[in-house]
């Protein structure tokens, strides 16, 4: 039970890169990474968790009463939102393939020959 | 771990398993907001309000609202 | 490379790093047993040390504010980054689209009266994050974000043309260049009272007001500014590429 939310967090990750071996649409493999994204931030506040203790925010308890770890919250809480940036920047590049292509399987994408 | 926890982290694993094994990214849209949800919801059970409040606008909403709108780009010329 | 081969390659080496991942789990502390010292220092000197009461939002914006520098910087490149790979292709002559006039599909009474009920209420919420920030959960990351994405109940409520003009392009890329200039002005404004760059020099004030924690309100407010601009940046973009005549099936 100790280790089951790290192993979510590797189920997590092996499943989204499944997800990109086997995909037949770039915006489906574009989807499956933000999933293996999303492991690291199960990883890193279940890391950063202790059992029993308050939130990292002392606006009703005094200072000092046992909380959970903030650093990771800061790591995570930024990542997302950088990261859907980074994912649109990725959906653009996919919208851009379809256009010079007029396809999104990456099987059948075969490389520039111009 | 109280049994709600345990609970989110199963409910995150399957829906998961579910975002990837949903091939058509049209369907993917709402299995994908859905598991923003799923996901803002175990942070939240993890004392992590900020991050599930960045993972509620960002996981639910606004990442799935790009990837409608990437889809429609791609469907476009298949309808000329 | 055939799919199937492909698939039992992956398989394989799958198993191996499954395994790897298993070995390194095991030697991490056990779920909610957190070892590291760094946050409960943080936990236990941050309230009196910058006036905040959210310790996550002194982190992001004091004491690894040039880490988020960095994070920042991501945000921005990639927001250009769309702005020009979806720009270059309008510019294109055969590529771009047929200049048939566009049909505008009726949106749904439930759609327009849901999506007008819930723009000021949901900008006000956002507001109310980013400017919170230090006293509550939430920040500029998060109100930038619910922000950016409000303009969007426009588009879904009324037309594309309505959309643009309650968002005007110009001004979001000026609130993205703004929030991202600002925050190394900031800095370097510390560099000029005499601290070093992005050090915490103005007075913190009283801890629990809205006007206290110093530079941590500012760096905050900034870069709720850029990230609402890079939403609306992402959300104007993307929209303009998609033909308003496409049916809803």
């Not at chain 1, 989204?16 to 933000?34: A, D, F, Q």
């Not at chain 3, 409000?150 to 968002?167: D, F, I, P, Q, W």
């Not at chain 3, 001004?171 to 560099?191: F, Q």
């Amino acid at each position: 039970m100790r280790l089951l939310p790290y192993i979510v967090a590797a189920w997590l990750l092996l499943t989204g890169l499944y997800g990109i071996v086997t995909s037949r649409n770039l915006l489906h493999v574009i989807v499956c990474l933000s999933i293996v994204q999303s492991s690291t931030y199960v990883l890193l506040l279940s890391v950063g968790y202790r059992t029993g203790a308050i939130a990292p925010i002392f606006a009703e308890h005094p200072p000092g009463t046992p909380a959970v770890d903030p650093v990771v919250h800061a790591l995570v809480l930024t990542d997302i939102v950088v990261g859907a940036t980074v994912t649109a920047l990725l959906f653009a590049l996919a919208v851009q393939v379809f256009k010079r292509r007029g396809e999104v399987d990456p099987a059948r994408l075969r490389p520039l020959r111009e | 771990m109280i049994w709600f926890q345990l609970l989110m982290f199963l409910l995150v694993a399957a829906g998961g398993t579910g975002t990837v094994l949903t091939r058509d990214p049209k369907k993917q849209v709402i299995v994908l907001s859905f598991y923003g949800m799923l996901l803002s919801i175990l942070f939240l059970a993890l004392q992590a309000p900020d991050v599930a409040l960045s993972e509620l606008a960002v996981g639910a909403v606004a990442l799935p609202l790009m990837l409608l709108v990437a889809i429609a780009n791609v469907r476009k010329k298949l309808h000329k | 490379m055939s799919p199937r081969f492909r698939k039992w390659l992956f398989l394989v080496s799958t198993l191996g790093l499954a395994l790897l991942l298993f070995w390194a789990v095991v030697a991490l502390p056990g779920f909610g047993n957190y070892p590291g010292p760094y946050g409960d220092l943080l936990n236990s000197v941050a309230v009196y040390e910058r006036h905040v009461t959210n310790i996550v939002t002194a982190v992001n914006f004091d004491y690894r504010v040039l880490d988020t520098l960095g994070e920042e910087f991501i945000l921005f490149a990639a927001a250009t980054g769309v702005m020009l790979l979806l720009r270059e292709q309008r510019a294109a002559p055969h590529y771009r689209l047929p200049a048939s006039p566009r049909a505008v599909f009726a949106r749904s009474d439930a759609a327009r009266w849901m999506g007008l009920g819930f723009i000021g209420a949901l900008m006000a919420f956002g507001i109310y994050i980013v400017l919170h920030a230090h006293l509550t959960p939430g920040g500029g990351f998060q109100g930038g974000a619910i922000l950016g994405s409000t303009s969007l109940l426009v588009y879904l409520a009324s037309k594309e043309s309505v959309y643009r003009r309650v968002t005007p392009k110009f001004l979001a890329e000026l609130a993205e260049c703004a929030g991202a200039g600002g925050y190394v002005v900031i800095g370097i404004g510390a560099l000029l009272a005499g601290g070093a760059f992005l050090q915490n020099v103005l007075p913190l004030g009283q801890t629990g007001n809205l006007a206290s924690s110093g530079t941590i309100w500012l760096i905050n407010f900034s870069i709720g500014v850029e990230v609402t601009g890079a939403f609306s940046i992402l959300f104007l973009e993307f929209i303009k590429e998609v033909p308003e005549r496409e049916d809803s099936a």
